[in-house]
């Protein structure tokens, strides 16, 4: 059974920072991509950030454009984890952050590209 657990979410003021991430376990996911997404009230979800697990694009990252130079994602082979540490926070990135994993290692930017998904972990980002 894949299981994937976010972690690190909380409320915070506006130029802080905070550091989610993402546990996997159930497979080996030398061959996924991992995308970190987010869901704001109202609005569709979308990609925050990916990053390749694979041999072949191993380390490749991914940013959306409102979050590059802000965001860093990161992983941990070790403890098998994905890390988005998120700095300069703006109001706007208040959302509920989920990670996800898609097999395959080349990094995908749908979400319906994506096989396995955790609960979420919510960002509140006041002014």
């Known amino acids: 059974q894949v299981q994937l657990v976010e972690s690190g979410g909380g409320l915070v003021q506006a130029g802080d920072s905070l550091r989610l991430s993402c546990a996997a376990s159930g497979r080996t996911f030398s061959d996924y991509a991992i995308g970190w997404f987010r869901q704001a009230p109202g609005k569709e979800r979308e990609i925050v950030a990916g990053i390749s697990l694979g041999t072949w694009f191993g380390g490749s990252t991914y940013y959306t454009d409102s979050v590059k130079g802000r965001f860093t994602i990161s992983k941990d082979n070790d403890k098998g984890t994905v890390a988005l540490q998120m700095n300069s926070l703006k109001p706007e990135d208040t959302a509920v952050y989920y990670c996800?994993?898609?097999?395959?290692?080349?990094?995908?930017?749908?979400?319906?590209?994506?096989?396995?998904w955790g609960q979420g972990t919510q960002v509140t980002v006041s002014s």
């Open positions: 996800a994993a898609a097999q395959g290692s080349f990094i995908r930017i749908r979400d319906y590209e994506y096989n396995y």
